[in-house]
């Protein structure tokens, strides 16, 4: 996002993939962390060496971004 006029923040790219077949059967929070996974991938060459925020509504998943030891995928 690019900061606009007044409180009006403009998009300057998007993204999109496509799940493989057992990427369709990933639970909701699990394919919510692969597009940040995808996204940070993806515009890495942006992002390096500067500050930057990702923005998400899903709560179970910025509960898992903001817990401080991540354990495997059968400990969620």
């Known amino acids: 996002m ?13 993204a999109n993939m496509n799940l493989s077949k057992a990427e ?7 394919c919510e962390g692969l597009a940040m996974v995808y ?3 993806k515009f890495k060459h942006y992002l390096l060496g500067r500050h930057f925020k990702m ?8 509960y898992l971004v903001n817990k401080l030891v991540l ?6």
Do not use: C, F, V, W
Not at 24 to 30: R, W
Not at 55 to 62: A, E, G, Q, R
Not at 71 to 76: A, I, K, V
């Open 39 to 41: 996204a940070l991938q």
């Open 71 to 76: 354990g495997s995928r059968g400990n969620m």
């Open 2 to 14: 690019q900061a606009g006029e007044g409180d009006m923040d403009h998009p300057i790219a998007l």
């Open 55 to 62: 923005y998400t509504d899903h709560y179970p998943l910025k």
């Open 24 to 30: 369709k059967n990933y639970l909701t929070t699990e």
